[in-house]
């Protein structure tokens, strides 16, 4: 195991990392611009580095003052938490070159998973089910008009390179392909240096279902069930549970066995989430994420496991504490993001907090680097913090967030935990009935009607 742990990144995620170091007898190194001097991970860790000015590209994205800030204390293994640098395959080069080690999976899998189209490629030969559509990359619209005709319309174009739903456009017929095509691509070489897109045959009113995986890096592999992630607005997420109230256990255990085995065909190491649609009972494979997920504390929840504890489990060679025996999944989590923004409006509104007082209770987890007196920076995503809520069942866990939600006290800044509060007695999401646009069919009829 390691000696000393450098946690590259920010906020509720280098808080969570660094609790579960301490709780492995790991001394822990926080990295910090300037900004964040005063927060929580930096106030708990051992020891810490300023590595520069607020902007991340000066700071946390700063490969060579994070590669310094190692160097100066001795620093064994870094964790990337997630966004900045988690999915940088130069970066995982660079540590291993430096024999720093990167808790994460190979820059081999890093760059696969990156290039939409061989992610696609690589899990359907390892017997995941995809979304109908092109072999490849498309270069010519002619060739676009034919495989869109092959798939059936409406299709959508994405970027090989995309992310977060940027560089995608639908064609509802021929007459809208030429527009599509080209428009992605352009998009696409603007917007990530690389204009390379593929085609899909576009699903109308799916879900968004994603299921966790955990590699040994030796052909060991298990699946820790899945997360409905359905509930969001302009492709950031905002409310994720587990398990998804629309897949049973037969559905869970044969897309969880699935991915397992496709974990195990890869050679993967650490924890990864395998993202579907699901539409019609059917499971079709998008993407997939060689990182750890904002939402992860809801799959932890159900399964009483440690992620980050296994992460340092499998990246220091010792191996994952469990096997898919030990896998069990009781109850139901939510966890709801709590964003420094208008709830409203969702402008982001950075200030300093006042007032704050967290829930609490049986199944009540809080992840947050928060305190009274804090000042939020504007430097950074406005995510300040999960409210995470665990009950024996469904019901139970929503009665029990509705009352987490009105025990939650952030004065000063403006949140988005009113939202919560009015979702979480809205009929449909009580029912479980939603998909990937309900969100934002609700805000605008919301704002509608005032
Ligand atoms: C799709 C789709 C419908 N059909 N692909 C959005 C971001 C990226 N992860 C993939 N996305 C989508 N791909 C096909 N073939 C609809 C979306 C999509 C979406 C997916 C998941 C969660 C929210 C979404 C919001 C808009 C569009």
Redo the contacts with the bound molecule.
Sequence with gaps: MFKKVLIANRGEIALRVLRACKELGIATVAVHSTADADAMHVRLADESVCIGPPPSKDSYLNIHEILAACEITGADAIHPGYGFLSENAKFAEILEAHSITFIGPSAEHIRVMGDKIEAKKTASKLGIPV?P?SEGEITEEEDAKRIAADIGYPV?V?AAF????RG?KVANSESEMSEAFHTARTEAGAAFGNSAVYI?????K?R?IEVQVLGDGKGGGIHLGERD??L?RR?QKIWEEATSPVIDDAAREKIGTICANAVQGLGYSGAGTV?F?YENGEF?F??MNTRLQVEHPVTEMITRIDLVNEQLHVASGVGMSVTQEDIKFSGHAIECRINAENPDTFVPCPGTITHYHVPGGLGVRVDSGMYHGYKIPSHYDSLIGKLIVHGRDRPECLMRLRRALDEFVVDGIETTLPLFRDLVSNEDILAGDYD??WLEKYLAEKNQTG
Excluded: D, N, R
Aim: proline residues 4%; aromatic residues 8%.
């Design positions: 979304v559509g959508i994405k995309g992310g977060g739903g995608m899909e045959k576009y699903l109308a799916p968004h992630c359905s969001q492709h993202e649609l079709y998008i993407e990937i646009h």
